[in-house]
């Protein structure tokens, strides 16, 4: 007779690390390690690099029965063959048909998604969403927004991922919220996204535009080199008064507020979870309360107000949470 699994094996695999995990049915994460990818590497190096993290998490297991391989990752991805569509921190995987290979090489079933919707599954089922279940209450519909270099997202509905027509669903950060002449170019190719307005580059971006101003001078942030100017910078700043880095953080929260009720107007959801590094630095300075009043103020009816807005506690781990839900979930074990 077949042993129950155990443990499952979670890869995050962003722009700069492959980071894999250990995690049990609860969610727990016993084990991580990470390997930095080869700056400019090829596909064949990244490859390797990704496949050998994978195989220490393995061995790490020991006796241990393990489920599947999940695995997150920022970008287009056919949930289907694990093929990797121009993601934009790994865009020479661009075709790379990863569930099919690892398969072969690895001997455990793989199950690959993008990293926002992953993390969305697992706020529902580790996060945001099992704090409201403790509290007696199901969560019918849940967004997760990830806000940080870049901006992206994911639905549950029903306990399942509203993923679109081939999967490429929930790119949230790509909605227009500007549409002047004037609306800054999104790395997308279009002008006044919602990442251009609101991520960590367009923070950074912002600021270093804005002190050519002389209405925001002096300013904490003009003893810097320009280009050392990161969001980070501009938090630190706006902690301290300074005026200029206050103005564009308050264009960020407006475009958040503006994006997300989009979001809830299109979704109804029962929570939003905002995660990412840029969040972190929105909570910390006492801004996301700014963010919920502005999606109150904007929200059509009273029945839309009935959502909650909250950050993400799973913090760094969410999309490998994610990853190991999406595996308990295809084993029929979530």
């Known amino acids: ?23 049990d049915k609860s969610g727990e994460l016993l084990w991580n390690t990470r390997l930095a990818n080869v700056v400019g590497g090829n596909q064949e190096q990244l490859l390797e690099d990704a496949e050998s993290v994978l195989r220490r998490a393995i061995d790490w297991c020991g006796d241990r029965q393990i489920g599947g391989i999940g695995v997150a990752a920022a970008g287009p ?5 694990g093929t990797f569509y121009a993601l934009p921190n790994l865009a020479v995987l661009d075709g790379v048909s990863l569930k099919e290979m690892w398969e072969a090489k690895l001997g455990y079933p793989v199950f690959i998604g993008n990293d926002a919707n992953l993390a969305a599954l697992g706020e529902l089922k580790y996060g945001a969403g099992l704090d409201t279940l403790k509290l007696g209450r199901q969560t019918r519909t849940l967004v997760y927004v990830t806000v940080s ?10 306990g399942q991922m509203l993923l679109g027509a081939n999967g490429m669903a929930g790119e949230v950060g790509h909605m227009t919220i500007d549409s002047s002449d004037s609306a800054p170019r999104c790395q997308c190719g279009n002008t006044g996204c919602l990442e251009s307005l609101a991520s960590g580059t367009s ?3 912002a600021a270093r535009s804005k002190l050519s101003d002389a209405s925001f001078l002096p300013s904490l942030l003009a003893g810097h080199d320009i280009e050392s100017i990161t969001a980070e910078t501009v938090f630190a700043a706006a902690a301290q008064g300074d005026h200029l880095a206050q103005s564009v953080l308050d264009g960020a929260v407006r475009a958040l507020s503006v994006g997300l009720t989009n979001l809830l107007h299109l979704f109804n959801p029962d929570i939003i979870v905002l995660g990412g590094g840029v969040t972190k630095g929105l909570t910390e300075a006492g801004l996301l309360e700014r963010i919920n009043q502005g999606i109150l103020q ?6 839309h107000k009935d959502f909650s807005l909250v950050s993400s506690k799973l913090g760094d781990s969410v999309g490998m949470v994610g990853a190991a839900s999406l595996v308990w979930q295809e084993l029929g074990l979530a």
């Open 149 to 158: 270099t870049g901006i992206g997202g994911g639905v549950m509905d029903r």
């Open 1 to 23: 007779m077949a042993r129950i699994p155990e443990v499952v094996v979670a890869m995050d695999w962003g722009g700069t690390w492959a980071r894999a995990s250990v995690a």
């Open 298 to 303: 904007r929200a059509m009816s009273e029945r």
């Open 203 to 205: 923070i950074a971006r």
């Open 77 to 81: 991805i056919d949930i289907e063959t």
